[in-house]
């Protein structure tokens, strides 16, 4: 390796991180995604010993480019397939397993009236009003805290329709 280049990389290594990412940008013509002293200095060392020595020829470049597309040789599922097997609606919350389908209805009797609320696919329907969860329901009809739950009479495991 030539000196002036063994130089210029033993002074990165004391260098400062904003130093490191000036010198990043100059290099790869972008903003560096870390602030990482480490993670700059290596890459900023490659990148100066990759100039000095040269670049991949350019059929070494197309099969790293191959090798890179990875679509067939995914390693991991995307989210949307977790959230499927979830049961996470499509806003990405979790839906609880003891909820019935949306569109269901659940009703209750509380002081002579019958409370009957919609299940939608993000929440609950009640008196025209949208809820973000039962236990709301519950405490908007009798005026104290409820679990939602327990004051629909929905019970771990059961589901309802």
């Known amino acids: 390796m030539d000196p002036a280049l063994e130089k210029e990389i033993e002074r990165l290594r004391q260098s400062k991180v904003k130093e490191l990412q000036n010198r990043y940008r100059e290099l790869f013509g972008e903003d560096s995604p870390s602030a990482n002293r480490e993670h700059l200095y290596r890459r900023i060392a490659w990148r100066l010993q990759a100039r000095e020595t040269g670049d991949l020829?350019?059929?070494?470049?197309?099969?790293?480019t191959e090798l890179a597309d990875d679509?067939?040789?995914?390693?991991?599922?995307?989210?949307?397939?977790?959230?499927?097997?979830?049961g996470r609606t499509s806003a990405g919350t979790?839906?609880?397993?003891?909820?019935?389908?949306?569109?269901?209805?659940?009703?209750r009797s509380y002081q002579e009236r019958?409370?009957?609320?919609?299940?939608?696919?993000?929440?609950f329907e009640y008196n025209g009003a949208v809820y973000a969860s039962l236990s709301a329901i519950a405490h908007q009809v009798t005026g104290t805290r409820w679990n939602?739950?327990?004051?629909f009479g929905i019970h771990k495991g059961a589901r309802r329709g």
């Open 57 to 64: 020829s350019e059929r070494a470049q197309q099969r790293a």
């Open 148 to 151: 939602g739950f327990l004051f």
């Open 94 to 107: 979790c839906r609880d397993s003891r909820l019935p389908e949306p569109g269901a209805r659940l009703t």
């Open 114 to 123: 019958t409370i009957e609320v919609q299940v939608l696919e993000t929440g």
């Open 71 to 86: 679509a067939e040789l995914r390693r991991r599922a995307p989210p949307s397939f977790w959230r499927a097997i979830e």
